[in-house]
């Protein structure tokens, strides 16, 4: 008896080509019976198909016919795909996913097709989401979220710690005026909601010093712009009765009023119930709740037995907010509050958040993340998005000193700031001078964790490979056209330019070594709060220099609108710096001008020890080119800060990096920079 003698077979399925969205092997036995493969217990479908294969069956087959209607529905009548075909999975019960790329074009597309009602096939049910959205719909989704939250989730049980903000809304009830309440102590166990929007370019309503009266007797609701106006209905709905709103809560024109209550800004968003975030409004005009508009169609080619309909699935939009480890994959205007710093540091903080997305509403809480149309979905456990890893590693902690306490090594919390850092450098800014400030709950947060002291955006533990970041020259990544230095912002720290940063993705800490070492830090703190901004910071450092010069070369890319190559010039070799702020022709002299010639100071940060390609290390005094091993890789980074002298500041300047990083093998001109800066000077060097 052969094997396939002992196998469940039937004689096939109806459509050869799918299936009958069955699961199937798609192909037939040599006796041509057919494995009946759910018998065997499975229950999924995995099909790659040719189009025009798909359209000669959809004469005959209702399942092809949708499929098909799916697919033109989004690229209309015969689309042009990438080698004629798609691919068609699903798992009984559930939806199906197509994926496909159109011809000459590298994304890859996804459509989602469901029936709203119970199926034994892999054409099965999905959740049908509301067409269109208003406060009181989303308040009762978010009672629903709140309640199975609160009564479910041990990590989001964690304790407020009896905080109300100094001032708030309340809401009002019926055709009673919203008003501004200033709080008292009696109040400070009270739940209260938090907004996180875009002001714009046109925030009409604020609160003044000379107009606070009037805002503690009551807002008419005509002069209430159209995001806040539906915040505060959605507050209505949910039956509470205070909001938090910035630009109501905050006196925008008393200086201390302002420093006060943003150094409380970790407390107001850590201790709301929830956070409201108005995620795809680009200012306060546009409102929370949008018209839908990633559609879904309603198909017609099964009527009238069954009604189907087709949709881009939720993983091709806004999972990729929390899935996603790197911005420049996600099509940000799609959340334009995303973009914003402010807010970046409010998405951290919450404890859980409501999103109004453009194509539904997603809750965010310590457990999960849910949408509308994948409501038991449990984001919060994949990807490797620095704001997901935060509040999987840390947010939950009621006491942050628990964080890494198995680990002897504070290199994993140096690792996390980073990667938040990171993130959050690609953010835009109205005044970039609030980078450090808009940071500061953060900052706070990381405090308790014994990483040393905070010097600006970097703390003292670890402190070389916090020093070792690089302006990001991906063009996707560009936030501001025009880079500069931030004001007062001190020029060894990432906060001191306007432009997206890269730190050393180091895998392997232990084979970091490092002669650089942190004398002493002086700050001017622009604020009583110590992780807030400063006026002038100066950072001394002990390390191994080398002087060398500057040499400017052609632009990049041989565009003439584009930046000059920057090098520096050291025993007859030149090697590419990656300046801090781009140099052009006819640049106007600045302190951090570079020109031909110019003296600067090359201080080594670090260097990667040697390893085998089975991980052994190997003895640090061994060749570079060691015969007895062959098989010897080199995960190679060696970054040197590019230091300038500045007169007026009578210390050095961060003008740029160099970084030789990621190379497998290299030559004897690759291994100079080693070779000399095993000759370099040890020295003693400040920077502002």
Known sequence: MSASDSLPVYDGPKCRICCDLMPNRQIPLPNGKWVDVQKQGKMTLSLAVWLSDVYESAKTCVNCKVMIEALECFEGKEPRLEDGMFTVDGRVGT?????????????????????????????????????????????????????????????????????????????????????????????????????????????????????????????PWEDIPKTLHEAIEFVQHLGLSYIWIDALCIIQDDGLDWEKEAAQMKNVYENALFTLSATSAPDVATGCFLSRNNPVHELHSAKPQHTYYARRPCFDTHSKLFSYSVDTEIEMDNYPAMKRGWIYQERLLSQRILYCAYDELIWECRNTITCECNPTSLHRHH????????????????????????????????????????????????????????????????????????????????????????????????????????????????????????????MNPPRISTRLTALNYKAELSSPDPTGPVSYARLTLSGPCIEAKIVLGPPVEENPSSPLKAYISLCNKQYLITPD???????????????????????????????????????????????????????????????????????????????????????????????????????VVDIV
């Open 383 to 506: 990807g490797g998005n620095a704001i997901v890893s935060y509040k999987r590693q840390m947010g939950h902690l009621s006491d942050p000193t628990q964080f890494n306490k198995t680990n002897s090594s504070c290199f994993p919390i140096i690792d996390l700031w980073l990667s938040l850092v990171q993130s959050y450098s690609q953010r835009v800014f109205t005044k970039y001078t609030d980078r450090l400030i808009a940071l500061s709950g953060i900052a706070q947060k990381f405090q308790p964790l014994s990483i040393g002291n905070y010097y600006a955006g970097i703390w003292s533990s670890e402190i070389h490979h916090q020093l070792a970041w690089t302006r990001d020259a991906n063009p996707k990544a560009l936030r501001v056209k025009e880079a500069a230095r931030i004001p007062g912002s001190p020029s060894w720290s990432w906060c001191s330019i306007n432009q997206p940063c890269v730190f050393d993705d180091v």
């Open 581 to 683: 702020i781009p140099q052009w022709h006819n640049t106007p002299q600045s302190a951090d001008s570079l020109a031909a010639s110019d003296e600067v100071s090359c201080l080594e940060i670090y260097i990667t020890k040697k390893g085998f390609k089975d991980n052994v290390n190997v003895k640090p005094d061994s060749p570079w080119d060691d015969p007895e091993h062959p098989d010897q890789y080199y995960n190679y980074r060696f970054p040197w800060l590019v230091l300038k002298w500045s007169p007026p500041h009578d210390a050095y300047r961060r003008v740029g990096i160099v970084n030789f990083a990621n190379r497998p093998s290299f030559d004897q001109e690759e291994q100079a920079p080693g070779e000399m800066m095993r000759h370099a000077v040890m020295r």
């Open 95 to 219: 939806s199906l996913k197509l994926e496909y790329n159109l011809a000459d074009d590298e994304y890859l597309r996804f459509i989602e097709v469901f029936s709203d009602t119970e199926s034994e096939s892999c054409l099965g049910r999905a959740t049908l989401i509301e067409v269109d959205i208003d406060p009181r719909k989303a308040a009762e989704i978010a009672k629903r979220r709140l309640r199975e939250c609160i009564d479910s989730h041990d990590e989001c049980r964690v304790g407020r710690r009896g905080f109300i903000p100094t001032r708030v809304v309340d809401v009002g009830t019926g055709d009673g005026l919203p008003r501004l309440v200033e709080t008292t102590e009696d109040m400070k166990d009270t739940d209260y909601v938090a907004l996180s929007y875009c002001w714009g370019l046109a925030q009409s309503l604020t609160t003044t010093k000379a107009i606070l009266p009037k805002r503690l007797e009551g807002i």
